[in-house]
């Protein structure tokens, strides 16, 4: 049986001020993780009340923090992706973009406010929260990018990208495997989980509690 590791997120009107954990991982050889302040209203039922097991999203407040590491890493996008209610609870799928910024000065917030996938706007309680990193090259591309166009992006600003591609000596660097996709499709292989140091956390569950 496997292990089935979550947290919990408070939606309440109670908790709009607090940034509460959302995911955590590290990437580019720097610890980091991201929070965020759940901005919610009240549903009100047909006399009038406000539902404890119901509330509507307005806004969520990302907030991204570098840990250890030398680079810094930045919020690129935040999106849903997905809405899906036909099981035991609705489930939400957030897609977090991020890249290790080298030139540049890193985003570290970002603000979600199109909840159009989602019926109402309005969650339930114990609705399952599942966020999704997507990691960017040093030079902003998708492995997919990279791969399909044979870019040779493997330095930027003299720093050579150990996340996408491996040193060759003087031949030009080999773009590594994709690992966050294979690691998708086994991660439960503890073989996978050794060979690189992108794939320690992709992902992270949470249940959001509306009372």
């Known amino acids: 049986m496997g292990n089935n590791y979550s ?28 929070y965020g302040k759940f901005m919610v209203g009240p549903v009100y039922g047909e006399d009038g009340k406000p539902l404890d097991d119901k509330v509507k999203l307005e806004k969520i407040e990302f907030e991204l923090i570098n840990y250890t590491g030398l680079i810094r890493m930045s919020l690129v996008k935040v999106s849903i992706e997905d809405y899906d209610d036909t099981g035991n ?32 706007g309005e969650i339930s309680n114990e609705t399952e929260f599942n966020v999704e990193r997507t990691l960017l090259s040093l030079s902003g591309h998708t492995w ?33 495997k994709n690992y966050d996709k294979l690691f998708k499709q086994d991660h439960d292989s503890k073989v996978l989980a050794s060979l690189h140091l992108g794939v320690w956390c992709i992902g992270t569950k949470s249940i959001l509690i509306t009372n």
Do not use: H, M, W
Request: proline share 4%.
């Open 7 to 34: 947290t919990t997120i408070r939606c309440c009107t109670s908790q709009r001020d607090r940034s509460q954990f959302v995911f955590a991982s590290s990437s580019n050889g720097t610890f980091y993780a991201i």
């Open 144 to 176: 997919e990018e990279i791969d399909q166009g044979q870019l040779d992006v493997s330095e930027v600003g003299g720093i050579f990208d150990y996340e996408f591609f491996e040193g060759n000596g003087r031949l030009k660097p080999i773009l590594r």
């Open 89 to 120: 609870n609705p489930t939400i799928r957030l897609r977090i973009i991020v890249k290790g910024e080298v030139l540049s000065k890193p985003n570290l917030s970002i603000d979600l406010t199109d909840f159009s996938k989602i019926p109402k």
